[in-house]
């Protein structure tokens, strides 16, 4: 008899069966009767009205029996709360019991019965297992605090368990020392604060023992706990490197890569000049390497991490290529990861084989496989300029087979050859215009009319290629809409005599008939320009494009910096934060890695950077597809564009690194490191910028939608207010307010003479203040001021003055000076004044910094009695060069993603939410210097009740 | 950690459930069945997140066995798990299939409640697992016996239990070595690789102390640089242990062996389990002896046939006899009649595989072998080319392709009187093939 047939009773009337079988006197029946209910209950019967029967079999001495009893308990006493006290008797009597099995037995089930009053019980049993003489019980009792803990974290802290936890450390067991730790960890994980992993030398040091004794998966608890440790100095973590490098050689993948996390994390203390630091980096290779010989699995779990690895320290892997070479028989996720790293190690030295190799791959079966295969084919084009030519041939040898999806990939691919080698490669432009019928997808469609549009002057029937793909203009999606709109413009500008009536039927398309605002808007600016200014037009349609980079989907250094402190655990594999992915607080606290030796610096950029990029500069990440905000380059394909992104990532980046310790350090005194105000605006800004006079303020605002530059009208002005009566100054009444016009801040004044005599000699000076504001010229009364005159003066300021912190932030602090006497006055300007003029925020860029900025920077305001809708809103905000990035429509409410920056390169991001019919709206404020979200605030709502 | 485990069967009806943690609830296990098992296309990655719930899985035949958690655990760990997890019930009752399940739920609730508590893999030897899970209950068992299964469980020599006997010592050392080859049409090696596995038998008595030696490049060059008078020595063992040494890329060792030892002297030291188990396995990509070298020549003629010719020529002593030889080469799918022939052995067209299947039983080194056939395609429309999958071989043969040769294994027993000496072993090589592949 085999106990298969325990799954197959299905008739009805059987839980009445299974009751008096469970209350049969014969034992072996009541086993069986158990055991049925038992494979009932894992297919999902519900079987809990059998309780008191069940829990009736408990008392035996048969542990097989006991154990089903207990795994029935375990699944149904939170249902059964009062009958499940029933079994507290002999959990109790079992914990006494002299075999140590039974004893842990009991403990382990106990933990995992949730419910309150066993619970209570629950405590003094633990207590003595916890010091039993037994090993097996005290590694069981270990975890059995942190089953406690999650039911009831007070009872735990109570009963003072978490000490006696603490205590087993020391244990002499290493399993004991194992679970001791893998419990504390994970109760320190839901107290981030708390100091429970007191990690310490000597408890580091205690660890790294047991480590050499315990069972593997001990090991791993141990590596994990040890990741989370911060090494006083250099010498300690290059201790603890030595001692954990021998885990690199044991068979178990998952050791292996915990002590790769420990390692990479560790390694960023230690200087480059070390012998040491190289002797690391050779050791690291090989276990990578073997962990490709796993199971396929595990293969993909190492691969994710593999990736993350060599986007953080190319030199480790850079000779390994050959591994990452697919074999045919490899799981499809185990080839498009193997991919992803080979694209990335390809270099000038290895770029035949990779090149031979992707070759072989586009004829592979599987479509997102040869797909990524041929893509990669073109990256590498890019990336190694000597294999330029040798790609581009492959991929013509590609299209001529005909597969469609291998075509369109390729046609896609090729256009971004075109925009990094310009005029080398457009001899192929004829073979690419031969499948321009076979192509269907949108991506490959648009790649097709852009390159149609930007070689239109050499392809002879241009005009008829794009009149073709216009007949069905409005099925197209929008991407090969505004491509097509923008090759026409193109097309026309390079030939304008035979195309202007395809220029205007498309400018109908888009503006008349077309639903989509930025398509129409995109319309709308292309036929004004081309109405006032052809010359203009060509000037910003036909500009010079950026260059694009050459390294593809990097993760954001940031977050990989995070992902390498999470090797070999699931945020590792999804390449996400864990807060992406885990509920609740547990296990989201952001990790960072140790901050890098002084010395090391110096070395470090010529070697990390990828091959090819010059030293120091940060690549750029190619932005993700569908990207609505084109801007007016036609750069909206998703090239990688190293232009407009670039500038800002490394702007950001530099207001990262000063923001260190808050505001204060950011206004260092040199003015060169804070980036916002030598910025040099990027490419697309300065042409729309040369153009905005001539156009007119009517299209101002279109401009600002799409360009984020060229703001004509100034920011919203606050009526002047008396800074200094007359009663404080010997008769001298100081009124004024602060004004911002296209990108220079004055302070307007209005000076009254209430005294009996003439002033004469005036002049001002400020004080040191939180943005550095300085008067850029003195102050020019021009005839003295008889009594009873008044004078204006606009007083032109900068923002490169000596930086000092003021409370309130925005607090001014003046010193006129007349023939009279000096006085002294402060004022507080409203922020908006700082706001400038580029701070509009690239979309992805927006939302990486968004998720990047922590929560608790996060601000949130009520605006209240605030009538607007959105497009007021925005347009409003946008005069005071608060730019909109995005806006979105949930559950009836419109929220407005916005950036802006302040003069001294402060990134302030805020999403407003405008609900409708209700007066108020909600703000949120995200920036990495919280002290100015207050500022903002009110600056917004001055913004906008004005 | 390890929120739940689910065992399933090729229906998705399950077999196994066992869940460790409260965020885990019912519907995580038919959130699995309906997204992964029952879902139409390929399976795209053995991680799978539903609503925020994270599911491993790995597959035996057409068993599937999933774990689930909310958490950020460590993936590598639990795909380990999942592997040993899959040992220890080999190791009980045989084959993974749904009948020997069934037949063993009780005795899988008993081991998954053993060997994952709360989430956290314990001790999942098997060797320590059978003292006392055993499906017969162990009340019998006397105080002594009972602590010294809990010392052996959570001990620092998990693996082996004391007071063992034999009345023969005796090891037998098993150098397993594939060979892995991917080769472009020109004869270029593409990459080469060997992995092999070091398996050990051991039928010692006692906790006896071994150390094993190799032919490992650094260890020898080591010792090359000792003092003079132990020059005489050392040419003696190199006499011993042939001409070369091998250079190992990598290794990994079972759990037995001191690992911070190897590190700081490269000496391989342990306490062995009793009976069979893998001591180490390693990896080598330098000077490995390719034993066989395919040589395709594929030709379209016309539309409608293919004439492909192929050539294997082993490479060893001529001394040496490989077996089990099988070459498989890849057909396309519209192939409507195949004419073969071959010089050696057997080939025959199987059309449900879409190959030709060419089997040798032996042959020697230095010899070499020819087949050719006709294949008469179907005219297809179908405008996409065939892939032309690579030729594939498998073989076996009696030395190892790396080039390894086992030096020592030397075995300790203080305690009891027997000693090295009086140890009989056992030393045999075998070389498979692994993934031995030439493009056509």
Partial sequence: MTDSKYFTTTKKGEIFELKAELNSDKKEKKKEAVKKVIASMTVGKDVSALFPDVVNCMQTDNLELKKLVYLYLMNYAKSQPDMAIMAVNTFVKDCEDPNPLIRALAVRTMGCIRVDKITEYLCEPLRKCLKDEDPYVRKTAAVCVAKLHDINAQLVEDQGFLDTLKDLISDSNPMVVANAVAALSEIAESHPSSNLLDLNPQSINKLLTALNECTEWGQIFILDCLANYMPKDDREAQSICERVTPRLSHANSAVVLSAVKVLMKFMEMLSKDLDYYGTLLKKLAPPLVTLLSAEPELQYVALRNINLIVQKRPEILKHEMKVFFVKYNDPIYVKLEKLDIMIRLASQANIAQVLAELKEYATEVDVDFVRKAVRAIGRCAIKVEQSAERCVSTLLDLIQTKVNYVVQEAIVVIKDIFRKYPNKYESVIATLCENLDSLDEPEARAAMIWIVGEYAERIDNADELLES??????????????????????????????????????????????????????????????????????????????????????????????????????????????????????????????????????????????????????????????????DLLNLDLGPPVSGPPLATSSVQMGAVDLLGGGLDSLMGDEPEGIGGTNFVAP?????????????????????????????????YVAPKAVWLPAMKAKGLEISGTFTRQVGSISMDLQLTNKALQVMTDFAIQFNRNSFGLAPAAPLQVHAPLSPNQTVEISLPLSTVGSVMKMEPLNNLQVAVKNNIDVFYFSTLYPLHILFVEDGKMDRQMFLATWKDIPNENEAQFQIRDCPLNAEAASSKLQSSNIFTVAKRNVEGQDMLYQSLKLTNGIWVLAELRIQPGNPSCTLSLKCRAPEVSQHVYQAYETILKN | MIGGLFIYNHKGEVLISRVYRDDIGRNAVDAFRVNVIHARQQVRSPVTNIARTSFFHVKRSNIWLAAVTKQNVNAAMVFEFLYKMCDVMAAYFGKISEENIKNNFVLIYELLDEILDFGYPQNSETGALKTFITQQGIKSQTKEEQSQITSQVTGQIGWRREGIKYRRNELFLDVLESVNLLMSPQGQVLSAHVSGRVVMKSYLSGMPECKFGMNDKIVIEKQGKGTADETSKRCLRQESCGKQSIAIDDCTFHQCVRLSKFDSERSISFIPPDGEFELMRYRTTKDIILPFRVIPLVREVGRTKLEVKVVIKSNFKPSLLAQKIEVRIPTPLNTSGVQVICMKGKAKYKASENAIVWKIKRMAGMKESQISAEIELLPTNDKKKWARPPISMNFEVPFAPSGLKVRYLKVFEPKLNYSDHDVIKWVRYIGRSGIYETRC
Avoid at chain 1, 556 to 565: A, G, H, R, S
């Fill in chain 1, 469 to 630: 793909f216009l007949e069905g203009f409005h099925d197209e999606s929008t991407q090969v809409q505004l491509q097509l709109l923008t090759a026409i413009v193109k097309l026309f500008l390079k030939k304008p005599t035979e195309t202007q009536e395809l220029v205007q039927q498309v400018l109908s398309l888009a503006t008349q008939d077309s639903d989509n605002p930025d398509l129409r808007d995109r319309g709308y600016i292309y036929w004004r320009l081309l109405s006032t200014d052809p010359v203009a037009a060509k000037e910003v349609v036909l500009a010079e494009k950026p260059l694009i980079s050459e390294e593809t989907d990097l993760i954001e250094p940031t977050l990989l910096d995070e992902l390498i402190c999470y090797i070999g655990t699931l945020a590792s594999v999804y390449h996400k934060p864990p807060s992406a992915f885990v509920e609740g607080g547990r296990g989201v606290v952001h990790k960072s890695l140790p901050p890098r030796t002084a010395s090391s610096e110096s070395a470090e950029s010529p070697e990390t950077a990828p091959t090819g990029a010059p030293p120091g500069e940060q690549p750029d990440v190619i932005p993700a597809q569908g990207d609505l905000l084109g």
């Fill in chain 1, 683 to 715: 490419p697309t800004a300065a042409v729309p910028a040369n153009l905005g006079a001539p156009i007119g303020s009517g299209l101002s605002d279109l401009f600002d939608l799409t360009s984020g530059v060229g703001t004509l009208s100034g920011s």
